[in-house]
């Protein structure tokens, strides 16, 4: 439910691919947080692990985003949600 233009809403725990971001942003968060994949990727390769994950969601949520058929995050909103 959007909450309003001067609020930014941030979610946090459980976003692990692209689609998790995708997901988000359509139940209306402005931004998402990386906790725990962050960490992995520090401890696996440092420096270079993390920007490996962070490149990895990223790229993950670009294709998602295209094989929807969407260009902008502006299209996202609930309805596009299905439930499982
Ligand atoms: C190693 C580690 C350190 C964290 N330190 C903090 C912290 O200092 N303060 C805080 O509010 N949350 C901290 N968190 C919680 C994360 O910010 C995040 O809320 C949590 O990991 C859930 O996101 P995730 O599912 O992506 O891991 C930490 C998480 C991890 C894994």
Not at 15 to 43: E, I, M, N, S
């Amino acid at each position: 439910m959007p909450v309003g233009d001067d609020i930014c809403v941030l979610f946090d725990s459980g976003v692990r691919h692209g689609d998790d971001v995708v997901k988000t942003l359509a139940l209306g968060a402005d931004a998402v947080l990386l906790g725990r994949p962050y960490a992995y990727g520090l401890v696996v390769g440092g420096e270079e692990g993390v920007q490996k994950v962070i490149r990895q969601i990223l790229g993950e949520y670009d294709v998602t985003m295209a094989l929807s058929g969407y260009t902008t995050p502006r299209l996202l909103n609930r309805s596009i949600l299905q439930p499982v």
